[in-house]
């Protein structure tokens, strides 16, 4: 008679792919530029948190990626002023 108190561990099996002749495991799910990344490596802790958040900040990134989000980002406040039906005209001096 079983033990209904004890559990019963799962069974693993040692597969090898016959026809696979890449590197690494083919199971494993991972972007292919994950390793280009800073955010898709997990780092646990207060303190490495804040540190890569810093050297985030210190690289330089593409000065038209900036010019293009300030873009984005005035046209998107725009679009939400005229919206919300805001007169722009308060800050011009008659």
Request: hydrophobic content about 40%; glycine content about 4%.
């Amino acid at each position: 008679m079983r033990n209904p108190l004890k559990l019963r561990k799962n069974k693993s099996f040692d597969y090898s792919p016959r026809y696979y002749k890449g590197e690494g495991n083919p199971y494993k799910i991972e972007h292919k530029l994950d390793k280009f990344r800073t955010t898709a490596h997990s780092t646990k802790g207060l303190k490495n948190k804040v540190t890569s958040a810093m050297d985030d900040l210190q690289t330089e990134g593409d000065r038209n990626l900036k010019l293009r989000f300030w873009i984005i980002v005035a046209l998107l406040v725009l679009v939400f002023l005229f919206i919300i039906d805001f007169d722009l005209s308060i800050f011009l001096n008659p």
